[in-house]
């Protein structure tokens, strides 16, 4: 790829993603790597280290998505009638009796969309 040329910013991202492939499959060091294709070297260590960020993070987010799908709900004894959910981050949320059922679907979809229950 020649430094004068412009790529968009997802060929840019697809470009490093190849190259960072090709560069594991290769057996090469980064140096001799980047010198036969005449990549700078800090441009590839930039790239991998964002692409390896962003592929931990979107799979962190799907691994909180995937772990539980329940909901702890517990039920106070007695005369109180709050409603607590026990999130699966250990934060715990108190619901009023005097909720509708369609703003706690809405928080509840909005816990779910976070990864939080």
């Avoid at 594991?24 to 140096?31: K, Q």
């Avoid at 005449?38 to 692409?51: A, E, H, I, Q, V």
């Avoid at 960020?53 to 007695?78: L, N």
């Amino acid at each position: 790829m020649s430094r004068k040329q412009k790529l968009s910013d997802i060929d840019l991202h697809r470009f490093w993603q190849d190259a960072i492939k090709n560069w594991r499959d290769s057996g090469l060091s980064v140096r001799q790597f980047c010198k036969d294709r005449d990549l700078p070297n800090s441009s590839f260590y930039y790239w991998r280290k964002k692409l390896t960020k962003t592929k931990a993070s979107e799979t962190d987010r799907q691994k909180a998505k995937k772990a539980s799908t329940f909901i702890e709900v517990s039920i106070p004894d007695g005369g109180s009638s709050i409603l607590e959910l026990v999130l699966t981050s250990g934060n715990t949320l108190k619901i009023s009796p005097s909720i509708d059922n369609r703003a706690l679907s809405n928080v509840l979809s909005v816990l779910r969309e976070s990864g939080l229950c």
